[in-house]
């Protein structure tokens, strides 16, 4: 079976930071893109960041960007989500998944919540 596991959600306070993990099993770690989706009430889905496991790139949604840093450790099939000077607007849950060519996994999700 493949298993996506999000852990390190909780509360922070705004200008804090937390640090999520995904741990992956049941796949070839190393062929997938593995990254965060989160979804806050009342809007829609939004891509945070992934990594392509394959040559190590990185990619950031706009409103990320210098704030979180994505990190993979391909022994222990685990990526993490650095997230500093969180804001309210970082409130979401957060998903994990796992992508290659049209093949996509997800986790159940870790709720993030920041309060002001």
């Known amino acids: 079976d493949v298993r996506l596991v999000e852990s390190g959600g909780g509360l922070a306070q705004a200008g804090g930071s937390l640090t999520l993990s995904c741990v992956v099993s049941g796949i070839t770690f190393h062929d997938y893109a593995v990254g965060w989706f989160r979804q806050a009430p009342g809007k829609e889905h939004e891509g945070v960041s992934c990594?392509?496991?394959?040559?190590?790139?990185?990619h950031y949604a706009d409103s990320v960007k210098g704030r979180f840093t994505i990190s993979s450790d391909n022994a222990k099939n685990t990526v993490y989500l650095q997230m500093n000077s969180l804001t309210p607007e970082d409130t979401a849950v957060y998903y994990c998944?796992?992508?290659?060519?049209?093949?996509?996994?997800w986790g159940q999700g870790t709720q993030v919540t920041v309060s002001s």
């Open positions: 990594i392509v496991n394959e040559d190590g790139s990185t």
């Open positions: 998944h796992g992508i290659r060519t049209t093949t996509a996994y």
